[in-house]
């Protein structure tokens, strides 16, 4: 609902793209996304996808009709030397996990768009190595987007409390943020190894993924910060971290 919503997560995103240096071109990884492979999209006018059910019709009559960028996703299919990387022309385009953001922070839609797959059979490692192999695209004037949640659980939300985290959740919580700020990037990587509050936080790894590639595009005299930092409806974390 945050993509048709004006609320204090949808007006920093707007604060965001009103701020920060006006981009060439968006890369989104999204966690919405997961391929047996990576995949880049690579259509000139990618579609706008509704992936999810049951909400209120206002949503599915969004449209985010961005350009896509062909040639971008070539370079850097070119580029990569870790796996092998496929362009998608017709199967996918821009999902929620983009769109939604997007929107507040470009509401115009007159930057070129391209989004990343999730391989689903990679390693959180080779998640972050891969993401270590793109950092040249900061240098262009790329704007690099992970769309998930550090914290999410469906199956926990309790939908009587919008307002607050369950205990594991905000204790998880405040342990990933404590990381990034001091750069322990093996602790972020393992995260399967630190316990029961970890496996209640992150069921599965699809929502984490995106946080992965941006401390792996990171370099050592980044400044970090973090905004949007919530939890919501007991077991979801709206914290957002900005690298720059």
């Known amino acids: 609902m945050n993509a048709i ?3 204090q997560f ?3 995103w707007r604060e965001i793209g009103e701020s920060i240096p006006r981009p060439k071109a968006i890369l ?3 966690a919405h996304w997961e391929t047996r492979g990576t995949y880049f999209t690579a259509m000139p006018v990618p579609r706008t996808i509704y992936d999810f059910g049951g909400f209120p019709r206002q949503l599915y009559e969004v449209s985010y009709p961005a350009k896509g960028n062909p040639e971008l996703a070539q370079e850097i299919s070119q580029t990569i030397k870790k796996q092998e990387i496929g362009l998608d022309m017709k199967e996918w385009g821009l999902d929620h996990g983009t769109w939604s953001v997007l929107r507040h922070m470009y509401p115009d839609a007159d930057i070129p768009v391209i989004q990343m797959s999730i391989n689903h059979f990679l390693s959180p490692v080779y ?5 270590q192999e793109m950092r040249y695209l ?5 704007l690099i987007v992970g ?3 550090m914290v999410h659980n469906l199956r926990e ?6 307002n607050a985290g369950y205990d594991w959740a905000l204790e998880v919580n405040n342990k990933l943020k404590n990381w990034l700020i001091n750069k322990e990037h093996e602790n972020l990587i393992d995260f399967r190894k630190h316990g029961s509050d970890f496996r209640l936080a992150i069921p599965t790894a699809e929502h984490y993924i995106p946080l992965l590639y941006l401390i792996g595009l ?3 005299n980044d400044e970090l910060t973090l905004f949007n930092d919530e939890l919501c409806m007991g077991s979801l974390s709206m914290t957002g971290v900005m690298v720059k």
């Open 127 to 131: 998640h972050y190595e891969l993401a």
């Open 5 to 7: 919503e004006d609320n």
């Open 157 to 162: 939300v309790d939908w009587n409390n919008p």
């Open 28 to 30: 989104s990884i999204s």
């Open 10 to 12: 949808t007006r920093t």
């Open 147 to 149: 769309s998930g949640n």
């Open 218 to 220: 990171q370099d050592e």
């Open 138 to 142: 900061r240098e262009q004037g790329i």
